[in-house]
Nanobody, 123 residues
Framework: VQLQASGGGLVQAGGSLRLSCAAS????????MGWFRQAPGKEREFVAA????????DYADSAKGRFTISRDNANNTVDLQMNSLKPEDTAVYYC?????????????????WGQGTLVTVSS
């Protein structure tokens, strides 16, 4: 499985961005997908995840109410719509895939990672 994240950029506080992750592989629909982020000088942290098959979602507290994760199994993509962005959302955002359907918050549960896309939110 190969993952390609895109959509990062510079946005003012209060603005929106939509990240997208394109995945290769015919079994994409079975896999849980996750978004993580790593801010400068900090450890990588969970943002959101979506299950395979039934698209159940899970969000970090920092993302609830502002971010929405979704997937398009026909096109092998998973998106992260980010609204009401804050300067503390500035980070490199990574998409990840695991070979099981259940979404997880731990990065160690994920088997494949994309290269990351930088999101910068200015105040």
């Amino acid at each position: 499985v190969q993952l390609q994240a895109s959509g990062g950029g510079l946005v003012q506080a209060g603005g929106s961005l939509r990240l997208s992750c394109a995945a290769s592989g015919r079994t994409f629909s079975r896999f849980a997908m996750g978004w993580f982020r790593q801010a400068p000088g900090k450890e990588r942290e969970f943002v959101a995840a979506i299950s395979g098959r039934d698209s159940n979602t899970d969000y970090a507290d920092s993302a609830k109410g502002r971010f929405t994760i979704s997937r398009d199994n026909a096109n092998n993509t998973v998106d992260l719509q980010m609204n009401s962005l804050k300067p503390e959302d500035t980070a490199v955002y990574y998409c990840a895939s695991r070979v099981l359907a259940a979404p997880k918050r731990s990065e160690t549960a994920y088997d494949y990672w994309g290269q990351g896309t930088l999101v910068t939110v200015s105040s």
